[in-house]
């Protein structure tokens, strides 16, 4: 019977040898077993539209598999998840985020630190300004200059999910030697006995209007017309057809002709396999400004990060896997973590569900910032700088101008 | 003994195969594995026993190793979004020109360029690795080691997390370093290996100048258990990689261009085993090198298109010596890839061949397709009479021929000889659609006929009988119990 996760179990996993935390997690389609789900597809162009096959041996029989959610993927799942909890329930989280709701945008928005590609070194959050200086050339920011393994602490303040997902300071001024943090998290969803199936896709028309009725043509206020004389004129003074050559289908009008291509697959079951590495976590240091070393404070520091990683894979299982169109998944199965040690030795096991992951991680902050650790309590809002806010304008005033569907002329 | 295991904690390796960049790394190279050992000692900033104990691995030599075969994620092509973005410079005052308003839009994340990147994975059937080294470390050493392995983290990819650590019992490898020609070539760690890595890292560049050896599976310590023929039952696995199909007839043609390819690659002076010939130039008496065409036969839809040569080596030659002689026609270059063997006979036909690596090749270029031990053997290319038999009782004739021929080889006589125009494996012409041997005597043709051998007891392969044995002609495969056959052939008689 597995026992249930507490802080104690991580923070002498983290103090002792174990390897690795590790949780493998079953999954069904929602629509019920055999229902088909959509893989991601890769490539582009001719080469587009590829899944991930691999054929993999379980218990002395080979399966077929599609990778159903990348590493990367998954990352960026657990990083919004716990950027959605700090936004409902008051987590704790350091958050850094450029705002773009305050300049009266067409469409406003905001991106944060949990959000940028490239995490807190993201370029986009480098060019935004802190009280009127780059984030990076501002006091809090030209601390990531000194960021490294052996030196942690500002940014686990400033962005903890860095340490744990990884980091690559590429454009600092160190180029590629800038500071690079090995991720400890490592999550992925399999399809098992992937077998595929096809796709039809057609649309009926309920106006049943056929292709003579047209040509359309566009108006100046970016509707669609079948006056000739009240068209919007070119340069040359003739009439502007819509899309290409004013088939009403451009306008999103007519029959499309039913077809069938490949896609998609059925599976026995999805796998979801998530590890958090610990030694990738005790090799980082937390040491005071002076470079003073502080055990106490590494411990704690890698307890709230293992507590933080631990949290955000049970966020994301708990939500079900709603991977994209048509391929959402629900659990099976309880959320037991094994946690490795001696090889050869069964590992122990431990239930996580998500409010006890909540508790463990609360906790492990707390005691991190009682062990004098920075934690950024809230959050950093960066202004977008002056280029950014006009380009973004421009881009959405075109956007709302132009009639459904055509691409900004770039 | 001192063992090092790895296990692969997300069930798979991600990490590029140096010789193709597409392609995953398996099993990972020895030198890999040291290397992660290194950054994990550099990177945690070890103590000194550990420099040492890394000091004394690097001086052990080539590990065995034991690892399972693997499979192989496809290859795709991900999108992953860069960091080089920046905003274009726009005068205070001016309209942003779409343009502009383009590349500056890159810096937000739904707009931002991406870098195609590959990340090549291999799923191992057991996601276990062992190192196995014979020398006994000191007690300080291997404490050591183990608290180094203790700090590893990915071998490959940083996706590719592992759990390492020193293994009291592993289990018999099933890789080991060889003299010989090896189906894999692996980069190991030699004396010196710490210091250049931290000597490269120091001045930002890569680690370079790997040692490469040769790896096969391990001869099976005691002799067969069964008996075989007198060439060594690991045959060299040879595919076609470019060049048009050409059937099971255009053998002799294949193999003379490959033997004349392999004695021209041959470090001078080229040793009888190899060119078959004495030093005075006449045929040689004792065994030498043979060339075997892998064809598509006995299932369905086979039409006996070679997919390859084997080349099967005479037991007596040393492994070190063959290394030495075929390396640098069949072997591996130095960047770990397999060499491209070119063969070409005027404009009638150009082939590359290159060292088969795969671990689930085809059944045709599967080395125990031709020699696992069965009691029943058919021809896939015509048996070569060196003597015409005579006169009466023709077929006893030439079943006795052929089964003295056995004893030539070093196999057992057979209980039971066929003998027929055609061949029970579907896909291999007829006898008469085979180019013959003529006789160097007066040109005259030697007589050639299909069969099928049954022993008394299962013998090992290769099977190779006859004048034309070492050109590929007499080349019998295994009938495995219960397998299909077909035509010209009366089942029932007792074989």
Redesign the interface.
């Given at each position: 019977m597995p026992g249930l996760m507490n802080l104690e179990v991580i923070k002498e996993a983290l103090a002792g040898t174990a390897g690795a935390f590790r949780c493998i997690t079953e999954y069904q389609p929602a629509g019920g077993p055999g229902d088909k789900v959509f893989p991601p597809t890769y490539g582009e162009g001719d080469k587009g539209g590829v899944y991930a096959e691999e054929d993999r041996h379980v218990l002395g029989q080979n399966v077929h598999c599609v990778l159903l959610d990348s590493v990367q993927s998954q990352a960026n799942r657990m990083e919004l998840a716990l950027l959605e909890e700090w936004e409902k329930h008051d987590v704790p989280l350091p958050v850094v985020a450029v705002d773009f709701t305050s300049y009266g945008l067409p469409k406003p928005f905001r991106i944060s630190s949990l959000e940028a590609p490239h995490r807190i070194v993201d370029a986009l959050i480098r060019d935004s300004e802190l009280d009127g200086v780059p984030f990076r050339k501002s006091d809090f920011g030209k601390k990531l200059d000194a960021v490294d393994v052996r030196n942690a602490t500002t940014l686990f303040g400033l962005c903890p999910t860095a340490l744990v997902f990884g980091m690559w300071d590429s454009t600092s001024g160190r180029g590629a030697l800038g500071a690079r943090i090995q991720r400890a998290l490592v999550s992925e969803i399999v399809g098992f006995d992937a077998s595929a199936g096809v796709r039809t896709s057609s649309r009926i028309d309920p106006t049943q209007i056929l292709l003579s009725a047209g040509p359309l043509y566009q108006t100046e206020h970016g509707g669609w017309t079948l006056a000739e004389s009240e068209a919007k004129r070119d340069k040359n003074k003739n009439p502007v057809k819509v899309g290409k050559s004013g088939k009403p289908s451009e306008a999103n009008l007519g029959n499309v002709k039913p077809s069938i291509t490949s896609g998609g697959f059925t599976i026995s079951k999805a796998v979801q396999t998530s590890v958090l590495s610990l030694p990738a976590l005790r090799r980082l240091r937390f040491p005071l400004l002076d470079g003073t070393a502080r055990p106490q404070a590494d411990l704690a520091a890698r307890t709230a990060l293992a507590a933080q990683a631990l949290y955000a894979v049970a966020l994301v299982r708990e939500q079900g896997a709603d991977l994209r169109s048509r391929c959402l998944l629900l659990p099976t199965q309880p959320f037991a973590w094994e946690l490795l040690d001696r090889p050869g030795e069964p590992p122990q096991t431990f239930d996580l569900p998500a409010a006890i992951g909540r508790t463990i991680y609360q906790q492990a902050v707390a005691e991190a910032k009682q062990a004098g650790l920075p934690w950024l309590e809230e959050a950093i809002v960066l202004k977008p700088s002056a280029n950014l806010l006009a380009l973004v304008r421009k881009s959405q005033e075109l956007q709302t101008k132009l009639p459904e569907g055509e691409p900004v002329d770039a | 003994m001192f063992a090092i295991?790895i296990?692969y904690?997300?069930?798979w390796a991600m990490a590029t195969d140096p010789a193709d960049r597409r392609r995953p790394e398996w099993p990972p190279h020895p030198d890999r594995i040291y290397m992660a050992l290194a950054a994990?000692y550099f990177?945690?900033?070890g103590e000194d026993a550990e420099r040492d104990a890394l000091d004394w691995l690097e001086r052990q030599g080539a590990p065995a190793m034991w690892a399972s075969d693997a499979?192989?994620?496809?290859a795709?092509?991900?999108?992953?979004?860069v960091?080089?973005?920046?905003?274009?410079?726009?005068r205070r005052g001016s309209?942003?020109s779409?343009?502009?308003?383009?590349q500056?839009?890159q810096?937000?994340?739904e707009h931002?360029p991406r870098q195609?990147r590959q990340f090549p994975?291999a799923?191992p059937?057991e996601p276990v690795v062992f190192l196995v080294w014979p020398a006994e470390p000191p007690a300080s050493v291997k404490n050591s080691l183990a608290s180094v392995c203790?700090?590893?983290?990915?071998v490959g990819h940083?996706?590719s997390?592992v759990?390492a650590?020193v293994?009291e019992n592993p289990p018999v490898p099933n890789l080991v370093p060889t003299p010989g020609v090896g189906r894999y070539r692996l980069r190991i760690a030699g004396p010196g290996r710490l210091e250049h890595l931290a000597a490269q890292y120091a001045n930002?560049f890569r680690p370079e100048r790997s040692l490469w050896r040769a790896y096969d599976r391990p001869q099976p310590s005691e002799g067969l258990a069964l008996p075989g023929s007198l060439f060594d039952d690991r045959l060299l696995m040879l595919r076609r990689a470019d060049g048009r199909l050409l059937g099971l007839e255009s053998t002799f043609l294949l193999t003379d261009v490959l033997r004349r390819a392999v004695i021209q690659q041959c470090p001078e002076p080229v040793p009888e085993w190899v060119s078959g010939h004495t030093p005075d130039g006449l045929p040689s008496q004792r065994p030498h090198l043979a060339f075997l065409p892998l064809a598509d036969v006995g299932h369905e839809h086979a039409d006996g298109h070679l997919l390859g040569v084997a080349l099967a080596v005479p037991r007596s030659v040393p492994p070190a010596e063959v290394g030495r002689c075929l390396n640098p026609a069949v072997g591996f270059t130095e960047h770990g890839g397999p060499r491209q063997l070119r063969l070409y006979a005027g404009d009638r036909f150009e082939w590359t061949l290159e060292l088969e690596r795969r671990s689930l090749p085809p059944v045709a270029l599967q080395s125990q397709t031709w020699t696992r031990a069965a009691r029943r053997w058919a021809t896939v290319t015509p048996v070569v009479l060196d003597r015409h038999p005579k006169g009466n009782e023709l077929e006893r004739q030439v079943a006795s021929i052929v089964t003295e021929a056995c004893p030539w080889i070093g196999l057992p006589r057979p209980a039971d000889v066929l003998l027929g125009q055609v061949s029970p494996y579907r896909g291999v012409p007829p006898r008469r659609e085979f180019p013959g041997l003529t006789r160097k005597a007066d040109g005259g043709r030697l007589y050639q006929t299909h069969a099928i051998l049954a022993f008394a007891e299962p013998v090992c392969g290769p099977v190779l009988l006859g004048a034309g044995r070492y050109r590929g002609y007499g080349l019998f495969r295994p009938i495995r119990e219960g397998e299909e056959t077909e035509g010209g052939y009366n089942d029932s008689r007792a074989l």
């Open positions: - | 295991g296990r904690l997300c069930g994990a990177e945690t900033e499979t192989e994620r496809d795709v092509t991900v999108y992953v979004p960091n080089d973005v920046s905003l274009p410079m726009i309209v942003p779409p343009q502009q308003v383009f500056g839009l810096v937000l994340p931002r195609a994975v799923v059937l203790s700090k590893v983290v990915r940083s996706a997390l759990q650590w293994e930002g």
